[in-house]
C-alpha cells in the first residue's frame, strides 16, 4: 500500500510537473507568436554590385601616367652622396654609388638597387617607389645591409616645381624613438635628379641631412 501511494504520488506529482511543463511551453509558444516578422529588407542585405567593383579594381590595376613618368626613369644613374650629421656640420661626409632602376609587377612599381662604398663598408640599398590610383600619392620604402628597419614615406607630386615632397617616419637606432622625416626629389631633366633628405635637430630645428645627385648613364 505504501508502495502503492508512493507510486500514486508520484504519478501526481508527475502529472502536476506535466501540467506545468505543458503551462510553461504554451507561455514559451504564446510569446514566441507574439515576436514581431522582421521583414526581408531588414534582414537580407544589399548584394555587392560585382560590375562597379571590378571597374574598381581595374581602375586601381591601371597603368596611369605616374607610371609612364616611373617607366622613363629606368637605367643605371651614377650617384654623389654628401651627409651632414648637424646643422653645424662644416664637414659633410661624401660618397659615390650606382643605382640600377627598373620596373617589375608588369610596370606598376619602380625598383632600385644601389650599391657603393661607405665608411669602409660594402653598401647595399634597395628602394621601391609606388603609385596609388586609389589614393593619389607616391609611396616609397627604403632598406639597406647597414640596419634592420625599413623606411617608409608618401607624398604628392608637384607639376609646377616638378618634385615630389615625402613625409614619413622610421626609428632612430641611438634613441630607439619614432624619427621623423622629410625627402624632396626634384627632376632637374630627364638624365639628372636630386634628392635631399631632412630631419629635425635635438632642438627642433629642421635641417638638411642629405643630399645625393642622381646622373643617368647615356
Known sequence: MKTTYLY?????????????EVTIK??????????????ET????????SVAMQKAWQEYATLTEPHKRMASEVGTWTEDL??????????PQKYTAIAQVKMILGGRYQEQKHTGRMMG????????LAYNNASGEY???????????????????????????????MVDPMTKKIKEFRQVVTIIDNDTQKMESFENAPD???FKSMEIMMKRKK
Open 139 to 169: 609611396t616609397s620604402t627604403w632598406v639597406d645591409n647597414m640596419g634592420t628597419g625599413m623606411m617608409i614615406a608618401s607624398g604628392k607630386y608637384d607639376e609646377a616645381s616638378k618634385s615630389t615632397t615625402f613625409n614619413g617616419e
Open 42 to 49: 531588414e534582414i537580407v542585405s544589399a548584394p555587392m554590385d
Open 121 to 128: 663598408m660594402d653598401f647595399e640599398g634597395i628602394s621601391t
Open 82 to 91: 654628401t651627409f651632414w650629421m648637424s646643422p653645424e656640420d662644416n664637414n
Open 204 to 206: 627642433g630645428t629642421e
Open 8 to 20: 500514486l504520488g508520484a504519478f501526481l506529482l508527475c502529472l502536476t510537473s506535466c501540467k506545468k
Open 26 to 39: 504554451e507561455e514559451i509558444i504564446n510569446k514566441v507568436d507574439t515576436v514581431p516578422e522582421l521583414k
